[in-house]
């Protein structure tokens, strides 16, 4: 494109938006309300992969060290464990910390324990894992590599609880693409119709540029950069709808849910989020404004 067309497209972009800026508005408006809809779908993703990277670090191995084990091999033994792909980190607990923790967790019924001799819990390695080593078969094949530690009596995690968690997980990354890509279709189609409006209202001026016999990217031009004012400004206003929601949420209502903590850590969409949603009105605006240029197009040339 020439700089003259160039100079010609921007005119008429300019003309356009100050002859029919409430039309430009309704069109933005409606790619924001479609784009907030999207933008709540990925503050709920967001903050369920955070809930379940909290609920993953949850997620420990007890390994229970026999009692002869002297504290030489203590350290050696944790500095091995340590060392394995799969370990984040190795928390030593001594019989007198696992003692300690046990009459911490009675709380007021802690008197049960007395006449009891301290040394009675064997001391033990709390191994934490790392957030991708959290499945349920590669938790299970760890706890059998150290089972067949001879230092180590006995080794336990959770396991039903491993596997609800790698099913969440899976569920989760299924249901992120399938809602995904339906919400993404579904805004197209909102999107080309509120288009097809603003284009219908530069009909004339349209059908006269085809009557003169004007390059068809002279005409397509303005109408594509229109959607994607349209789209920047829809996916703007989107992005402060849900910032507000976010803030709504957090400072006035925070209600506790039990196990899940409080709407108050309700977590906003990374820079990333944001950029995916910008990026979406832009192309969806312009998508939306070719593809019903081009039937209207098409019509008028019969």
């Given amino acids: 494109m020439t700089r003259s067309q160039l100079g010609l497209t921007g005119h008429r972009v300019c ?84 003692w300690k923790d046990f009459r911490a967790a009675l709380g007021g019924n802690s008197h049960v324990l007395e006449g009891l001799p301290e040394d009675v819990l064997p001391a033990s390695f709390e191994i934490f894992l790392k957030p991708g080593y959290r499945d349920g078969p590669i938790v299970e094949a760890l706890a059998d590599r150290l089972r067949q530690e001879k230092a180590l009596t006995s080794v336990e995690y959770p396991r039903e609880w491993v596997d609800r968690l790698s099913l969440v997980v899976l569920f989760l990354q299924w249901a992120k693409w399938v809602v995904g890509t339906v919400l993404f279709i579904a805004i197209f189609f909102i999107v080309r119709s509120t288009v097809r409006l603003v284009i219908f209202a530069q009909k004339d001026e349209i059908e006269v540029m085809q009557w003169i016999g004007a390059p068809a990217e002279i005409i397509q031009a303005p109408v594509l950069v229109e959607g994607m004012i349209q789209g920047i400004m829809g996916a703007g206003l989107s992005v402060l709808g849900l910032w507000f929601l976010v803030l709504l949420l957090r400072d006035h209502i925070p209600i506790p849910i039990g196990f899940f903590g409080t709407l108050g850590q309700l977590r906003f969409v990374d820079w990333r989020g944001v950029a995916l949603i910008l990026a979406m009105g832009c192309l969806l605006g312009a998508w939306g404004s070719v593809f019903s240029l081009r039937r209207f197009m098409k019509r008028w040339d019969r």
């Fill in 15 to 98: 003309g356009s938006l100050r002859a029919r800026p409430w039309t430009h508005v309704l069109a933005a408006g409606t790619m924001a309300v479609a784009l907030f809809l999207f933008g709540v779908f990925m503050l709920v993703q967001e903050n369920l992969q955070s809930l379940i990277k909290g609920w993953g670090d949850q997620i420990r191995i007890n390994a229970y060290l026999d009692k002869d084990l002297v504290a030489g091999d203590v350290s050696l033994l944790r500095d091995r464990i340590q060392s394995f792909p799969e370990v984040e980190r190795v928390r030593h607990i001594s019989r007198e910390q696992a």
